[in-house]
Nanobody, 126 residues
């Protein structure tokens, strides 16, 4: 089972950009479709973006489409989330997750994934 570690979070101002990274170890990243999700305390987990095994297919939540870009580098065993034009409502803990299968509707349940990272906090001030 692949082990995932997110990094790159921080405190930024509205309109700024930030790039998150998700480094995988203990497995082959190319075996997994990868996702980014986010969650705030007391709120439901939200799908943000997903990318297929080779990177040829991507999917985004409507709330981030056009502002966020998910990419992957299987040689480096790393997945990225480039975030631009950040808004205060993007504030959340961002998690990367691995899944061996694609999905019909974006998965968000704890048991929908093969592996989770520990999360990285993104805070956007107005």
């Amino acid at each position: 089972q692949v082990h995932l570690v997110e990094s790159g979070g921080g405190l930024v101002q509205a309109g700024d950009s930030l790039r998150l990274s998700c480094a995988a170890s203990g497995g082959t990243l190319s075996s997994y479709a990868m996702l980014w999700l986010r969650q705030n305390p007391g709120k439901e987990r939200e799908f943000v973006a997903g990318i297929s095994w080779s990177g040829g297919t991507t999917a985004y939540a409507d709330s981030v489409s056009g502002r966020f870009t998910i990419t992957r580098d299987n040689d480096k065993n790393t997945v990225y989330l480039q975030m631009k034009s950040l808004k205060p409502e993007d504030t959340a803990v961002y998690y990367c997750a691995a899944r061996t299968e694609w999905w019909k509707s974006p998965p968000t349940g704890t048991h929908d994934f093969d592996s989770w990272g520990q999360g990285t906090q993104v805070t956007v001030s107005s």
